[in-house]
């Protein structure tokens, strides 16, 4: 996806971004997933370039595609988000992390119908612990092997 405009919402270069509270947005999914040639489908939310952002309590349901998609982000926090979608929607990753460094993602239910969370090539200092994940196919690192060499220092625990 080149134009990350086409997302249902999207931050970009906001530092000290907080969203919290107990909302619920609804991507629609549906309507994608049975017209396979609409392309590409949007991540329901977008944030890119988000020093020292918090997100906590929200829900995410039916996304087109990836549910929450975190771009060159540094110093995020992710806590008690609630990802849901059938196991048969194609490729709705929960979330996504790409580039981005000091991400703590905890104490969350994901439901997805591809990969709970997906840490691709740049990333490093990733904390993931508390995730309830399923359906879906876990936590996923890198997209191809050569992504594998450039993340560190990532550490999953208490995960079911």
Not at 112 to 141: E, F, L, Q
Request: proline share 6%; aromatic share 8%.
């Amino acid at each position: 996806m080149s134009n990350h405009a086409d997302s249902w919402i999207f931050f970009s270069n906001v530092k000290g971004l907080t969203v919290n509270g107990k909302g619920r947005i609804d991507g629609l999914g549906p309507m994608w997933w049975k017209n396979p040639c609409i392309s590409p489908p949007p991540p329901e939310v977008l944030f890119k370039r988000c020093n020292g952002m918090r997100l906590n309590g929200l829900t995410l349901v039916n996304s087109p595609r990836v549910h929450l998609l975190l771009t060159a982000c540094n110093g995020v926090i992710v806590s008690n988000i609630h990802i849901i979608s059938p196991e048969t929607s194609p490729n709705t990753d929960g979330i996504n992390i790409a580039g981005s460094t000091n991400v703590n993602i905890r104490d969350s239910v994901i439901a997805a119908g591809d990969d709970c969370i997906a840490i691709s090539g740049g990333s490093s200092n990733i904390k993931i612990s508390g995730i309830m994940c399923g359906p879906g196919h876990g936590i996923r690192y890198g997209f191809h092997i050569y992504y594998l060499f450039k993340m560190y220092d990532t550490r999953v625990c208490n995960v079911v």
